[in-house]
């Protein structure tokens, strides 16, 4: 029996440059409907004039491990699959909206269909042993597939002696998505 | 020194998410709002009749085993205001057509779910206990199935208000507890968020039983408001030090309610939250009762209740909309 999956993603903020060709290819792929996003760019400039430093980083659901908005949904149709991935089952979704006042990074939306939608990692393209279409597309490899039940491998791998950060990692929701931080950069 | 500057430029566009969650809007605490009345009525009638048949305590019975006219109206209101305020929440939801996938499960971990279930759990019984209160008068239609059933019952009646007072605690802190769960709204975040309003049910309740309730019943729920209304003053005092003292996430976010300029109908959360609710929804009110149990007779007897019931409202509105307005854990 083949091994039990555990997909994330390593996200190189070193590369990206912000272009949101993810974004663009995920509304694409997945018919986002207008005015809305499953996932987005975030440019983040810190530091004191005029020494700055800035950071692009594509942003999109964290496929918790221990996450709060399948802990608070009262039907069970946001769970999580045998992947590893968070998913919405959209035939049970009452769009009650618990868990997007749940989720501490606002990675959900309500489709204007009535249902609760957002990032489900190309799951229909993970279950054909294709890559999300958001990591397809990214021109600088700055977006990396991995699984974590696989270690060995080149993404996993990207991580090694870096700075790498997990967002709100606090919060206790242990999220699959890791940032390796634009100060690996030279000279920052 | 130079200040240190972050800039964070995003192109995160879902609407209702983005600038702030404003996911629940109105329906959502005019349901607290009803749920804790109704919660808070099951509670006051239930210890009521318990009063009257255990200890022989209270305003005298209609007879016929009938309790006083307060007792009565406010069984029969309590299953009404709630079944409102369950179609304010259905009005809610994105999907309406897919309410029954709540109860075809259980989820252990979700207050929701647990509150859609109480809420089931509530009917039944408060029902039952209007139909007994009210047995002279549902005799009188003399309806096959009903008499039935009260001559099952009706002996049991005691029994029947004990488990509803049980069940009406459950159903007012059920409203604070559903929110202040999630933890991603530092606001909510806050564990006295049910009793808060748990006690504001139970004191919108008997303001509003001070409403029907005939003038030799009224100093009745007038105590038991005066009472409920101290220790909501409590509660809130706890529930406001526990904001401010907490971390950042949590002081950040009661700020923004107490001393916050975000508007709400045109008027700043901190004017709504010290002007409206404490000082006339609380304050007010709860020295009224006062002059009132002392003996000093006030000319406009409706005055307390009803700002009591304004209070109560703008609470819930003030929990629900501040709680949104502020940005999530950081």
Redesign the interface.
């Known amino acids: 029996m083949a091994k039990q999956k555990n997909y994330g993603m390593v996200i190189d903020t070193r590369v990206c440059v912000g272009c949101?060709a993810c974004?663009y290819a995920c509304k694409s792929e997945n018919s986002v409907p207008e005015?809305?996003?499953r996932d987005?760019?975030?440019?983040?400039?810190?530091?004191?004039?005029p020494k700055?430093s800035m950071e692009n980083r594509s942003?999109r659901c964290q496929h918790c491990e221990k996450a709060?908005c399948v802990?608070?949904?009262?039907?069970?149709?946001s769970h999580y699959a045998e992947d590893g991935t968070v998913q919405v089952n959209r035939?049970?979704?009452?769009?009650?909206?618990?868990c997007?006042?749940?989720?501490?990074?606002?990675a959900?939306?309500?489709h204007p269909e009535?249902?609760?939608d957002k990032c489900s990692l190309c799951k229909h393209r993970l279950d054909q042993g294709l890559e999300t279409a958001c990591v397809s597309v990214c021109p600088t490899k700055s977006l990396n597939l991995v699984d974590f039940n696989e270690p060995d491998q080149e993404a996993l791998a990207l991580m090694n002696g870096k700075e790498v950060y997990r967002q709100?990692e606090h919060?206790g929701t242990r999220p699959s998505l890791y940032w390796i931080s634009a100060r690996n950069k030279p000279g920052v | 020194m130079?200040?240190?500057?972050?800039?964070?430029?995003?192109?995160?566009?879902?609407?209702?998410?983005?600038p702030h969650?404003h996911?629940?809007e109105w329906h959502i605490p005019l349901y607290l709002f009803l749920g804790g009345i109704a919660g808070g009525l099951l509670v006051i009638t239930s210890i009521m009749i318990i009063l009257k048949r255990k200890f022989g305590i209270g305003p005298k019975d209609e007879g016929d085993g009938c309790p006083c006219l307060a007792v009565r109206i406010g069984s029969i209101l309590s299953p009404v205001l709630l079944g409102l305020g369950m179609l304010f929440l259905f009005l809610?939801?994105?999907?309406?057509l897919?309410?029954w996938?709540?109860y075809?499960?259980i989820?252990p971990?979700?207050?929701?779910?647990a509150?859609?279930w109480i809420l089931i759990a509530f009917f039944p019984l408060a029902v039952l206990q209007a139909m007994l209160v009210n047995k002279k008068f549902l005799r009188e239609r003399n309806i096959g199935i009903v008499n039935k059933l009260i001559d099952w019952t009706e002996n049991h009646l005691t029994l029947v208000a004990l488990i509803n007072s049980q069940i009406g605690v459950g159903i007012g802190i059920y409203t604070g507890i559903l929110l202040s769960?999630?933890?991603?709204?530092p606001l909510w975040s806050s564990s006295i968020l049910g009793m808060l309003f748990l006690v504001s049910g139970i004191s919108s309740a008997a303001a509003l039983m001070m409403l029907f309730a005939p003038n030799e019943e009224k100093p009745v729920y007038s105590k038991i408001d005066a009472n409920a209304l101290w220790i909501e003053l409590v509660v809130v005092g706890l529930f406001v030090l526990g904001g401010i003292t907490g971390p950042a996430n949590n002081s950040g976010a009661m700020m923004h309610l107490i001393a916050g300029d975000y508007q709400m109908a045109g008027m700043s959360y901190m004017l709504w939250f010290w002007g409206i609710f404490v000082a006339l929804g609380l304050v007010i009110p709860l020295v009224l009762e006062f002059l009132e149990g002392a003996g000093v007779h006030i000319r406009f007897p409706l005055i307390a209740p009803v700002l009591v019931l304004v209070g109560g409202l703008v609470l819930r509105f003030l929990i629900v909309f501040a709680g949104?307005t502020y940005h999530?854990?950081?």
Request: overall charge neutral.
């Open positions: 949101s974004v005015g809305y996003c987005w760019v975030v440019q983040e400039t810190n530091g004191t004039y700055l942003e709060p802990t608070y949904c009262p039907t069970g149709a035939s049970r979704c009452t769009g009650c909206k618990a997007l006042a749940a989720c501490p990074y606002d959900r939306f309500v009535g249902y609760v709100k919060a | 130079t200040e240190t500057a972050t800039e964070i430029i995003s192109t995160k566009i879902n609407p209702n998410v983005i969650l996911i629940w809610d939801l994105a999907h309406p897919y309410v996938a709540f075809t499960t989820q971990t979700s207050p929701m779910s509150g859609s769960f999630f933890y991603a709204r949104q999530t854990f950081m």
